[in-house]
């Protein structure tokens, strides 16, 4: 096999949930421009069928498709359909999360659950549904986004952070008892990317430049750098990888604090 085949996605079906818009939108194109057939589910139906589009215009295979991640009946029924369509399923990428940005200390039991709910349990209820399948059929890969919350943490993120720390946790615990069967899980863990869930950050100028100069590379990333690693997870050039996070921060991890000493 050559090293440019390593990286193709023929023949193989994917599904992205939390592909209408954003991170899960780059990285269903980028799934489906190296030749995978896509699924793109998403809550909002016109989201996903609006990228669902721009891949077939674009030349890709992609459906649309509806679902509500904290749902597991839902994610069942979703995975269910897509191996009665398909005759199997390779590939699956949960993108979605939300954040309800306060003190800890002033959280509701109602906003803790809710975060809860969607970051965890949905990202529970993703792998483990697309985890039987591909442990049936002894092949697949698991791709859950995480963050680098799940290693620091600001004000007001707390809760979140757990969240991303735990699915990380999931990953991991997934990779071990999987593997065997044939199948990996890995974790993303993005820095700050501009999307429009991050409008409301760059529309303060102060704390958009703040988050540009905190990271190596001195910008925001974008949805595509991520999506592109999306699909080198999903790809036989990543065969031997699994239970891992990839940061896609330019090096907010890897940095110490925001003022360079004199050398």
């Known amino acids: 096999m050559s090293y440019q085949d390593m990286f193709r996605l023929d023949g193989q079906v994917a599904l992205v949930v939390g592909g209408g818009s954003g991170i899960g939108q780059a990285s269903a194109e980028a799934l489906a421009a190296q030749g995978a057939k896509v699924v793109v589910a998403d809550m909002k139906a016109e989201a996903a069928a609006e990228t669902a589009g721009r891949i077939e215009a674009n030349g890709g295979t992609a459906e649309a498709d509806v679902v509500n991640l904290t749902d597991s009946a839902a994610v069942k029924a979703l995975i269910a359909d897509i191996v009665r369509r398909y005759g199997r399923l390779d590939v699956a990428v949960t993108t979605p999360s939300i954040n309800v940005r306060k003190p800890v200390?002033?959280?509701?039991?109602?906003?803790?659950?809710?975060?809860?709910?969607?970051?965890?349990?949905?990202?529970?209820?993703l792998l483990t549904e697309a985890g039987r399948v591909m442990a049936a059929q002894g092949s697949g890969s698991l791709t859950a986004f995480s963050s680098i919350r799940s290693l620091v943490v600001e004000p007001g993120q707390a809760v979140y952070a757990m969240t991303k720390a735990g699915t990380v946790q999931l990953i991991r615990g997934l990779a071990v008892e999987l593997g065997p069967k044939g199948v990996r899980a890995n974790a993303i863990g993005p820095g700050v990317i501009d999307t429009p869930l991050t409008a409301p950050i760059k529309n303060q100028p102060d704390w958009y430049n703040a988050y540009s100069e905190r990271s190596i590379l001195r910008r925001?990333?974008?949805p595509e750098e991520v999506g592109g690693v999306v699909a080198f997870l999903a790809s036989r050039a990543a065969s031997y990888i699994t239970g891992t996070i990839v940061f896609v921060d330019g090096g907010w991890t890897a940095i110490d604090g925001r003022f360079t000493p004199p050398l």
């Not at 002033?106 to 803790?112: A, G, I, R």
């Open 105 to 125: 200390m002033d959280y509701t039991s109602e906003e803790f659950d809710r975060v809860v709910s969607v970051n965890l349990k949905g990202t529970f209820n």
């Open 220 to 222: 925001w990333g974008k």
